[in-house]
């Protein structure tokens, strides 16, 4: 069965991105119309994806991580030794910083912001059982 988890979004996240979209385009727009609207479309279509469209496909035998039109990753799932609940601030495929950090193969790891974090975490388990599990005060597995 395939399942998809949204990114929660927050809000500051949000306007930060909207923000660096038309706040440059503020000054110019009196002089430099045409370099204002390319600027908003060419920004627009590259960060707008991003903040709406990230999202997590949990299949039988992986997980694929999708954000924006340029951010594809695909993750085996019995390559996921662990899942640790954090609020990292690193770049990421994550629109909130209510995050899990999921490691995987032999150093790798990758940063999400599922909504439902428990049942995200509830449905890779189901499928591999030996991932280890950290929330923020409690340890599961291994």
Not at 91 to 120: H, N, Q, W, Y
């Amino acid at each position: 069965m395939i399942k998809i988890y949204k990114s929660k979004i927050s809000p500051w996240l949000a306007i930060i991105i909207l923000g660096a979209i038309f706040g440059p385009v503020i000054p110019m727009a009196s002089d430099f119309i045409w370099t204002a609207l390319v600027y908003i479309i060419v920004f627009s279509v590259l960060f707008i994806p991003t903040l709406f469209n990230t999202h997590y496909i949990l299949t039988p035998d992986q997980l694929i991580i999708k954000s924006g039109i340029l951010f594809h990753k695909k993750i085996p799932l019995h390559s996921i030794r662990k899942i640790v609940e954090t609020g990292n601030m690193a770049s990421a495929p994550a629109m909130s910083l209510d995050r899990l950090e999921i490691f995987f193969g032999k150093f790798d790891t990758v940063l999400v912001s599922p909504k439902d974090k428990t049942g995200f975490i509830e449905a890779v388990t189901a499928i591999h059982p030996d991932i280890e599990v950290k929330f923020k005060n409690i340890s599961y597995g291994k």
